[in-house]
């Protein structure tokens, strides 16, 4: 099923490189580790991104209840839908969209606090993901606090559906070879990472030839 | 400069050298008092006609009035009711401060409505009430009229909540005694202020009896010798009851002290009334009454105080529900045995610091706008935020 774009959030604080979203815990619709999402940059434009680190920060009020034998599901239900405790969303910037076209670079300015943040839908994932000749990926590699292998699987499981579900059936096989080729010096993480795409898209066949 | 340390260090030594001898001499009141307790706690009539007597000597007499049960009774913890409305309010304000560049003040009160027995995701309200000026027709505002505006609105808040609950019995709960706290003041005009917040508060008190609530105020950690007083008043003789101000026998002895050994988990005391200044105001059903309550484990008691009215406490079914909900609340809380509904309109009502300053800009712009000339932060407030400050 072709997925839609929805908002996921609003920005809490951000940079070039990146920037965290904050939005209320929901089970319905939370936003998924490696999925792309993007964030108004101007009128008409928007940075992109890679969701890297989910956290939902606790509380004293959280830790308390935690004790308890057995928590009401009244009580569960009041803190995840009224209480201000935010999940938050580290996002990695990996390119933007200046006047319709995408660019596999960082983007020229950071996103704006409160702005709104979108999970990206198939047609938009696929219009990033093969733009360009997967030049999005480095800034993934380069970044040694990353956990790199398994944020790749996710994101290239995401992907690839996304791009299947618009036709692109050999898009996972190319985003595979492109990643041995830019990793081809780097064997250890070659290996994590082609492990790791093992596990995430076990019909795909992986060679490192 | 820093504290003075070494100074303290020698108060604290001197000063805790005679705290084990007053330690002692305190256990051997408490174990007078609670005697006194036993040997009175069939004497109700006894002690409610001495109450009385007392009190036309000197109205600002404050003691708990005995009622039916014996005064050293201990009641079980009922069950939970499967379904009710519970509904909790808390107020928060912003004093007005001559120091501040605009003269306001704001009272914010937060309440919330739990669903006993159901999954649904309970209600959240805030109100929040904006008073820009010095003073009104009314007087000048003083944290006495804050403060009373705050606890009338709580109170008028729980009353339309509860108009529009749709479960029965409808439970409501304020942080702090019932009764209202003011009407000492010898200023007029806030003692008109306090006559006219105290009707206010009683209508509002009205509308929660005639919709049949169990409405209570609960205090933590009560500090309180309402009871220790009535014994006072016991072991006084008739003729020196006009010297009662200056009689305190069991000074030093609490409630606590009385009730802590015999209540277990979950326990209530016996009911009684207050009899106070102001208790005459709260009339017929309203008429203030009070019991104490275990809401601690058997190894780690903990007692607290509930206030509530009349028709409350003369009703059983109402009185063992919120008897019941009491408790409940305060298991969900864990180790900090404090109801939970009441901590989260706690958490609704409180105002932070940066939402103080962040209002405060809002009235500064928008007064600006309107080309109305606004006052400068006095020098005192300006040199305390003053940033960076890591010594003094």
């Not at chain 1, 290239?156 to 492109?178: F, S």
Request: with cysteine; hydrophobic share 40%.
């Amino acid at each position: 099923m072709e997925e839609q774009t929805y908002q996921i959030g609003r920005l809490l604080r951000s940079g070039i490189t990146g920037f965290v979203a904050g939005t209320k815990v929901l089970v319905q619709e939370a936003p998924r580790f490696g999925a792309l999402v993007r964030a108004p940059l101007g009128e008409n434009n928007s940075i992109y991104g890679l969701i890297y680190e989910i956290n939902i920060e606790d509380d004293g009020l959280v830790r308390q209840l935690v004790t308890t034998d057995s928590v009401d599901p009244s009580v569960i239900a009041d803190n995840r839908e009224n209480r201000n405790v935010p999940m938050e969303m580290s996002v990695l910037a990996v390119g933007y969209r200046s006047s319709e076209i995408i660019h596999h670079l960082l983007p020229p300015r950071a996103p704006l606090s409160l702005d709104l943040i979108w999970r990206c839908s198939d047609e938009e994932v696929a219009a990033f993901t093969n733009a360009g000749r997967f030049g999005y990926l480095r800034h993934l590699l380069r970044n040694p606090d990353l956990p790199v292998s398994e944020l790749i699987a996710a994101h290239v499981q995401q992907a690839q559906a996304a791009n299947r579900a618009l036709g692109n059936l050999d898009w996972g096989q190319r985003a595979a070879e492109e990643l041995i080729a830019l990793l081809r010096d780097d064997y250890t993480t070659l290996m994590q990472v082609l492990g790791a795409l093992a596990d995430a898209l076990p019909e795909m066949s992986l060679s490192n030839e | 400069m820093p504290l003075d340390f070494l100074s303290l260090k020698k108060q604290i030594h001197d000063k805790a050298a005679s705290a084990p001898e007053e330690m002692l001499r305190l256990d051997e009141l408490r174990r007078k008092a609670r005697q006194i307790l036993k040997e009175n706690t069939k004497k109700q009539d006894f002690l409610r006609a001495k109450v009385e007597q007392a009190a036309k000597l000197d109205s600002f007499l404050r003691c708990a009035v005995p009622q039916r049960e014996d005064l050293d009774s201990a009641y079980p913890l009922p069950l939970v009711p499967d379904s009710a409305t519970l509904i909790a309010a808390d107020g928060s304000q912003i004093m007005p401060s001559r120091h501040e560049a605009v003269t306001y003040f704001l009272v914010n009160v937060g309440a919330i409505e739990m669903q006993l027995g159901s999954h649904k995701v309970p209600s959240t309200y805030v109100h929040s009430d904006l008073h820009i000026a010095e003073y009104s027709a009314q007087g000048t505002f003083t944290e006495e009229f804050v403060s009373l505006e705050r606890d009338k609105e709580e109170r008028t808040l729980l009353a339309e909540l509860a108009r529009k609950a749709q479960t029965s019995p409808i439970i409501t709960l304020t942080d702090g005694p019932l009764e209202l706290w003011g009407g000492r003041s010898r200023d007029r005009e806030e003692e008109s202020h306090f006559v006219e917040s105290l009707n206010e508060y009683l209508r509002a008190l009205e509308t929660l009896h005639q919709l049949g609530a169990a409405t209570a105020g609960y205090v933590d950690k009560p500090r309180a010798d309402l009871v220790v007083r009535t014994l006072e008043i016991a072991l006084t003789p008739q003729g020196e009851l006009k010297d009662l101000r200056q009689k305190h026998s069991l000074r030093g002895v609490t409630d606590t002290d009385l009730f802590l050994p015999l209540l277990g988990s979950g326990q209530r005391s016996a009911l009684f009334a207050i009899q106070s200044q102001l208790a005459p105001k709260y009339a017929g059903p309203l008429a203030l009454h009070f019991f104490y309550l275990n809401v601690g484990t058997e190894t780690n008691p903990w007692l607290v105080r509930v206030e509530l009215p009349a028709w409350v406490a003369e009703n059983d079914g109402l009185l063992d529900s919120l008897h019941a909900s009491l408790v409940a609340q305060c298991k969900i809380m864990g180790k900090l045995s404090y109801p939970y509904v009441l901590h989260r309109a706690h958490e609704l009502a409180v105002v932070s610091h940066e939402e103080r300053q962040q209002l405060t800009r809002m009235i500064l712009a928008e007064l600006q706008v309107r080309g109305v000339g606004v006052g400068r932060v006095s020098f005192k407030q300006a040199a305390k935020e003053l940033p960076g400050r890591t010594r003094r």
